[in-house]
């Protein structure tokens, strides 16, 4: 069985145009997530979906100088891009993530796989942001490629095919839903990089623990915001767009 992390990204962002690529400490915020990345214990492939657009050649040119799997598709259709990233690479599992979140924490990816691992005869998709507990940007999904495969031909509403996994947990009498919860509720942290003032906080964040401590996790940038409550309000009135979990 093929577990791999296929991430979306692309340059052309309605709200904040070419985050993913935008530069801390002279490195691009997603060679930062590529790096936390693969750091997780229980994928065995790390796969970035872009798109066949030129402006997202930047993205392919980053993934060639990590040596990191790209898979180019559709800009609108992103459940249609994950459908054939997942079947050109011949996955079995699924871990979607979105290229938004430079902070996710290796760990937290390792729990919501092992929750989804120990637990396939009970759940079809398992994920720790529908019951939101963990800090935003944390946020990871699991499911099975034959799960992947029914929404891919069934779903046909845009909603569906632009945000890849509404057409599955919206449907919780067909599909079962596990969900991964925080020891407590940090749902109220902002770690996503959908705007400028996003970003300004993500960069704070790196720049004071990276260069100390590359591998932080979760709990170190919790530690880090309790020494610097100020930062929480860069971000705090940024709502996430519309049709959130």
Request: hydrophobic share 35%; with cysteine.
């Amino acid at each position: 069985m093929k577990t791999a992390i296929i991430v979306q990204a692309r340059m052309t962002s309605t709200r904040f145009p070419g985050k993913v690529l935008k530069q801390v400490l002279g490195k691009p915020l997603l060679e930062y997530q590529i790096e936390r990345l693969q750091r997780v214990k229980l994928a065995d492939e790390i796969l970035i979906a872009t798109t066949t657009n030129e402006t997202d050649e930047p993205i392919v040119e980053l993934c060639n100088r990590l040596a990191v799997a790209y898979f180019r598709g559709s800009e609108e259709d992103v459940l249609g891009r994950y459908y054939q990233a997942a079947t050109e690479h011949k996955v079995d599992i699924v871990v979607r993530v979105t290229s938004d979140c430079p902070l996710i924490d290796p760990k937290v990816i390792d729990e919501v796989i092992d929750c989804y691992l120990k637990n396939q005869s009970n759940y079809d998709y398992v994920s720790n942001s529908l019951e939101r507990t963990y800090p935003r940007g944390m946020d990871t999904e699991v499911f099975s490629f034959s799960t992947l495969q029914q929404a891919f031909w069934e779903a046909t509403a845009q909603p569906d095919r632009e945000h890849v996994t509404p057409f599955i947990y919206r449907q919780p009498s067909r599909y079962s839903l596990g969900h991964v919860i925080y020891s407590e509720d940090c749902s109220h942290h902002r770690w996503t990089v959908d705007t400028p003032e996003d970003f300004e906080l993500i960069q704070k964040i790196i720049e004071a623990i990276y260069p100390i401590k590359p591998n932080f996790t979760l709990e170190d940038c919790l530690s880090l915001l309790k020494k610097h409550p100020e930062w929480y309000i860069i971000n705090s009135h940024v709502t996430q767009k519309k049709y959130d979990k």
